[in-house]
């Protein structure tokens, strides 16, 4: 079997959570017979054949892996999201109405969802129900016993050599939508003047993304009770902080996004030997008892040399981390579940050709205009939308007139049901786009316009009140004009602009 894993650039390649995730088990799929590819997901707009047999969307929360969901199943392939992070549980908040509906807008045309934690498990099981649900968890890099070993005694060492608590931090440090990250060490910053004792000099090593480090964050960090540097992160520095780190510290807050995420860096850590220390909400508790929640008991420890992670527990350790987080245990897994998807889908009946258009709002962009067009999906102008573009259908309001106008590109004028065609008139070229122009009234008859006044003016409010009932009108002329047409939105916008399915 071969399977595609879609990312969103070339730069996401190389972020952690996708070369952990899929990274490590290349390899053991290999060797179990399948082939996994990493891919950016523009690609796929100028491959002229797809070549795999399964793929799976990552980390692209925004149209184009809508528009790449209809082309992919068009060409009758597997198809699976993986959800790494929880934007969807928070409907009390109006930020995150355009992740709810994006994820609605797929639930049609995947097969399967990936998550890599229960918790996540059960939110896709709430707002995609029915669909099969695999957590698979982040594998651990390649452990062994005696390498552990021998850098536990090494941080041992240089602690009484150097009387010096070597204690790292690391990871993203920020997010466009909630504290998390360098907010959280903030917050949590005090639990580390537990860990001084007999002379020790605790000194803490910060490595985290370039973006995160504003002057707000870095100013919250100077409340920190202990003394500290901070990096950018990268793979290789990462290994270097944890072989000369004794300790993590991993503390985590309570929100939903932050309860959902994997395991991977305590697993790192800990495959390291480091000892691990989380305050907050016990996300790590399944890698109990390698996971301290007291200070006093890490301190405690680490005098007494009885620590967790030790000669006498690591083959307990190594146990726990192959049902937890074992490559080949994982890749096994994986690899079980989508042969029984894929053999799903090979029985039953072939769907149809999907037949889609993407809805233009307040904003959008140019680029998904393009894959739009480059994937035979319909690029649909509404009212709302602002940028001059060759679209394939047009909505406006007439300068000076009631009523909403549509132009539909001469080119799909072949696709409107024989009955509509004599409806359609001469209009002319526009933007190298010929196009014959419809009126609204006479598409859908007995329907009115009832907005036009307020989505003409110049206020924000006035476009949201009248905004949803507008691009409903918009839906049910492109459904009269192309039946069983599928529709949706690629609205950028912070405020939220949202409408629902109209009726056919």
């Known amino acids: 079997m071969k399977i595609c894993a ?9 972020h952690g959570g996708v070369r952990i995730r899929y990274g490590r088990i290349q390899q053991e799929l290999q060797d179990l017979g399948h082939e996994l ?3 950016p997901l523009g690609e ?57 509906l994006w994820l609605r807008s797929l639930t049609s045309l995947i097969d399967f969802i990936l998550v890599s934690t229960p918790a996540m498990q059960s939110v896709a099981q709430a707002f995609v129900p029915g669909k099969p ?34 204690v790292g931090w690391f990871g993203i440090g920020d997010n466009l939508h909630f504290p998390v990250g360098l907010s959280d060490l903030a917050a949590f910053g005090t639990e580390l003047t537990q860990l001084s004792a007999q002379g020790w000099d605790v000194r803490l090593e910060i490595l985290t993304n370039e973006r995160a480090m504003t002057p707000d964050r870095l100013a919250m960090l100077r ?26 510290f991993l503390p985590v807050n309570s929100q939903d996004f932050s309860v959902v995420k994997s395991l991977h860096r305590a697993i790192s850590s800990l495959a390291a030997g480091t000892q691990v220390f989380s305050a907050g909400y016990p996300l790590y508790q399944a890698l109990s008892p390698f996971i301290y929640r ?47 998807q894929y053999e799903g889908m090979r029985m039953s009946t072939r769907r149809e050709s999907i037949c889609s258009a993407v809805i233009h709002g307040k904003e ?76 609204f009234s006479q598409l859908v008859p007995g329907v009115y316009l009832t907005a036009q006044a307020l989505a003409t003016t110049n206020s924000t409010l006035a476009a949201l009140a009248s905004y949803a009932h507008i691009m409903n009108l918009v839906e049910r002329a492109l459904r009269r004009l192309f039946p069983g047409i599928y529709c949706y939105y690629p609205e950028q916008s912070e405020i939220p602009f949202w409408t629902v399915p109209a009726v056919s």
């Open 294 to 340: 007291d200070a006093e008991k890490l301190r405690h420890d680490i005098e007494t040399r009885t620590l967790a992670l030790r000669d006498e527990t690591i083959e307990e350790f190594l146990q726990k981390m192959t049902e937890l987080g074992s490559g080949p245990v994982e890749a096994g897994k994986l690899s079980a579940f989508l042969a029984t």
């Open 223 to 248: 409340r920190l009770p202990v003394r500290w540097t901070i990096g950018v992160w990268t793979e290789e520095r990462e290994k270097a902080l944890l072989a000369r780190s004794l300790v993590s």
């Open 133 to 166: 649900v695999h957590v698979m968890n982040d594998p651990s890099p390649p452990l062994r016993a005696e390498t552990i070993k021998t850098a536990i005694q090494h941080k041992l060492k240089k602690l009484d050599e150097e009387k010096v608590l070597h």
């Open 6 to 14: 879609l990312v969103p650039s070339e730069e996401h390649m190389k």
């Open 364 to 439: 959008s962009s140019g680029h998904v205009h393009s894959i739009a067009q480059k994937t035979g999906t319909l690029s649909v102008a509404s009212p709302f939308a602002s940028e001059k573009l060759n679209y394939d259908v047009k909505f406006s309001f007439p300068a000076g007139g009631a009523g909403l106008e549509i132009l539909i590109a001469e080119k799909h004028c072949a696709r409107v049901p024989n009955e509509l065609r004599s409806l359609l008139r001469e209009h002319g070229k526009e933007l190298k786009t010929v196009y014959k122009a419809a009126e």
């Open 44 to 100: 796929l707009a100028n491959a002229r054949e797809h070549t795999h047999d399964v793929y799976i969307i990552s980390k692209c929360n925004d149209a184009t892996a809508i528009l790449f969901a209809v082309h992919l199943k068009n060409f009758g392939k597997l198809l699976g999201i993986d959800l790494f992070d929880d934007y969807f549980s928070q409907t009390h908040d109006s930020r995150f109405i355009g992740r709810r």
């Open 37 to 39: 590819q990493v891919l």
